[in-house]
């Protein structure tokens, strides 16, 4: 029984628990976003808030918390996660509309952050060396079943409940996860940690990303000469700069800023992002084009949007065999080059058969799965000794800031394809143009993509392996 995880089952359920309830609402909800908007009168620069404030507020108060986690212990952290994430649970289902939305989505991040923080620095303290690889195995199973079951789960949730319901099937859980957390954790900390909260770091990041990320929401909308989105700007331009010279000086940095002094580790962080804006861009825009044009139900919706973590989770582990073998470069650029290919069928299933969507889907699933594992593998492997935790941490904060970027910057080229194409974009509903002009706006989504793909192939080519491949 050396190597068993006998004694730890319960608090292995509550972690598997805290990390399936904060990832399951993000990709169950994307289904149910054409039916908010059409509830709420909402247009395409309002709705895709509410995701990427999700991924915004996480990218932003993963690694404070995480740090906060080492100060105060795991267990409060923990519970006070579930305990906010279940409150701002109940707050979605009586959002009155669109911008209340993303306000309670918001504080449910904060949750989310905590439980997202707090998991695996409870593996850290509380699992023995030789039984922690096998429990990371399970979070991250449940996890990834949430991933993939989660937009079959919410479209069938939308169709035949309420979108609301996404929501209101958090309460029990969370409830549940606060009361066993309290009961099964102790206020476990890393010894000897003095460690300070860094208050203006996380303000400076906030800020900085706020600006950006509502910048390209709203540019296209309110006019990029608007005195809102010129503030916004500014306050990118100077808060930017100051989040990394403050980071440089502090002796207690949310993120140690010379680990980005290595060309291989940065190449390797840049090429996962833009996997990362991939995915977040096309799991964000693609729910609108099948139910807005195609005319699909949620719950078929959600059948076509499950093909893709399916396909990862095949992907996934070959992609990880092989660059065992091989090396991350080359199975990472494999990977974007079936990106780029994919592109192809994608642009074919906005005038043909659903076939060649199936295909694309199929494609861009498994450039997904082997980018989920040799792309993360890689930014550890080219982080310098010193500094491999920082990277660990990196590679999983560039989910969350990709995402995030990734629903803005699509949200942006829709928006300007569209007002190309109509004059009066600002105060049209997605739901009522015609379908050619959304139709050519999803052909730029997909050619953007082919160009994020080709970024990312000559970037995965440029990094060499490290000596233990060659």
Excluded at 41 to 68: E, H, M, Q, R
Excluded at 226 to 252: D, G, K, T, Y
Aim: glycine share 8%.
């Amino acid at each position: 029984m050396k190597n068993s995880l006998k004694g730890y089952w319960s608090v292995l359920t509550v972690l598997s628990l805290a990390t399936a309830i904060e990832l399951l609402d993000g990709t169950a909800l994307n289904i149910s976003l054409p039916t908010i908007a059409t509830e709420f009168n909402a247009g395409l620069d309002s709705v895709s808030w509410i995701p990427l404030v999700y991924f915004l507020v996480i990218s932003c108060l993963l690694l404070p918390f995480a740090k906060t986690a080492e100060i105060y212990g795991t267990g409060r952290i923990i519970a006070g996660g579930f305990l906010i994430f279940t409150a701002a649970s109940y707050l979605c289902t009586i959002s009155p509309g669109v911008w209340w939305l993303v306000l309670f989505r918001g504080i449910q991040a904060i949750g989310g952050a905590m439980m997202a923080a707090g998991v695996p620095a409870q593996v850290a303290i509380a699992f023995p060396q030789n039984v922690r690889g096998k429990a990371l195995g399970i979070i991250m199973g449940a996890g990834g079943f949430a991933l993939a079951a989660g937009p079959a789960i919410g479209g069938y949730i939308t169709h035949y409940l309420s979108w609301h319901w996404i929501f209101y099937i958090n309460i029990p859980l969370g409830l549940i996860g606060v009361i066993l957390t309290l009961y099964l954790f102790e206020d476990q900390k890393p010894s000897g940690i003095t460690r300070k909260f860094d208050y203006p770091g996380v303000i400076f990041l906030s800020v900085a990303m706020s600006a950006f990320l509502f910048t390209l929401t709203k540019g296209s909308a309110l006019g990029w000469n608007s005195p809102v989105i010129l503030l916004c700007i500014l306050l990118f331009m100077i808060f930017a700069p100051l989040f990394f010279i403050w980071e440089n000086r502090n002796a207690n940095p949310i993120i140690n800023t010379e680990i980005f002094l290595s060309w291989k580790f940065l190449g390797a962080v840049l090429f996962l992002t833009l996997f990362e804006i991939l995915l977040g861009g096309i799991e964000f825009t693609l729910p609108f084009y099948l139910e807005n044009i195609t005319g699909l139900t949620p719950d078929i919706s959600g059948l076509y949007l499950l093909i893709p973590p399916l396909i990862m989770i095949i992907a996934g582990p070959a992609g990880g065999l092989i660059s065992d073998y091989e090396g991350n470069r080359l199975v990472c650029s494999i990977a974007a080059l079936i990106a780029l290919l994919s592109s192809i069928p994608f642009v074919y299933s906005l005038y043909t058969d659903t076939i060649h969507l199936v295909i694309a889907l199929i494609m861009f699933g498994a450039a997904i799965g082997i980018v989920a594992s040799s792309g993360a593998s890689r930014v550890i492997e080219h982080s310098p000794e010193k500094h491999k935790i920082t990277g660990s941490a990196i590679s999983n904060l560039v989910f969350y800031v990709g995402m995030s970027i990734g629903t803005a910057a699509y949200t942006l080229v829709l928006q300007e394809s569209i007002s190309l194409q109509t004059k009066n974009f600002q105060s049209t509903i997605i739901q009522s143009l015609p379908p050619i002009i959304f139709t050519n706006a999803m052909e730029m989504i997909y050619i953007f993509s082919a160009v994020l793909a080709v970024a990312a192939l000559i970037i995965s080519i440029s990094v060499k392996n490290r000596d233990i491949y060659n």
